[in-house]
Nanobody, 125 residues
Framework: QVQLVESGGGLVQAGGSLRLSCAASGRTFSGYAMGWFRQAPGKEREFVAAISASGGSTYYADSVKGRFTISRDNAKNTVYLQMNSLKPEDTAVYYC??????????????????WGQGTQVTVSS
């Protein structure tokens, strides 16, 4: 069983920054891609960013490209999402999830098998 625990959410003004962390239990973290998704009230869950198992490849939604950076530390079983230049439309619950071993279909939630409980990010205007 894999457990994912997100942290780092909060309230920030537009233009500010936050760094989300996702700590994974278990010894299988390093062999899998990881992703971040978000869901705003009344909206469907959407892909934000993903990173390959080695960390050598990253993928971003167009809406966050150039503002968000995903990274991972396999020694610490942790994946991060650095969020800069935050906008009110970034307000959502952010979830991390474990993806497949091979980085295919990483923009699709159905390719992820374990999910965290989510952390709230609120950006005020």
């Amino acid at each position: 069983q894999v457990q994912l625990v997100e942290s780092g959410g909060g309230l920030v003004q537009a233009g500010g920054s936050l760094r989300l962390s996702c700590a994974a239990s278990g010894r299988t973290f390093s062999g899998y891609a990881m992703g971040w998704f978000r869901q705003a009230p009344g909206k469907e869950r959407e892909f934000v960013a993903a990173i390959s198992a080695s960390g050598g490849s990253t993928y971003y939604a167009d809406s966050v490209k150039g503002r968000f950076t995903i990274s991972r530390d396999n020694a610490k079983n942790t994946v991060y999402l650095q969020m800069n230049s935050l906008k009110p439309e970034d307000t959502a619950v952010y979830y991390c999830a474990r993806g497949p071993r091979i980085p295919l279909g990483l923009r699709l939630g159905k390719e992820y098998d374990y999910w965290g409980q989510g952390t709230q990010v609120t950006v005020s205007s």
